[in-house]
């Protein structure tokens, strides 16, 4: 963890706040790749694949949607969620088919 300059948890508690925001649904849409996966990265195993899913169906960027794709899928092996998972991807696949996938 790391220390602001007046010695508190600012930071960290900055980055929490970021992952937190983004597993509710605040910034999954606008995510990057990288900020993609360090949130998925912080989260515990269980969490992440329903913010695959969240990622899957609402971010505008193709690595990410391709990314989440393949992370929902290996966490519904993991997890045994396979109908969330092919729900997921359903709803990808019509969100592919309007033209709105980034």
Known sequence: MRRNAVGGRG????????VLAASSGVLVADLTQGEY???Q???PYAERFGYAKEA???????EVTAT?????LAASKELGKH???LAAVDAYLA???EGSVG
């Open 95 to 97: 969100k592919a088919a």
């Open 83 to 85: 109908e969330e998972a």
């Open 56 to 62: 899957l169906t609402s971010a505008t960027d193709g």
């Open 68 to 72: 989440a794709l393949r992370d929902v």
């Open 11 to 18: 930071i960290w508690a900055l980055g929490t706040w970021g």
């Open 37 to 39: 996966e360090a949130a």
């Open 41 to 43: 990265a912080a989260l």
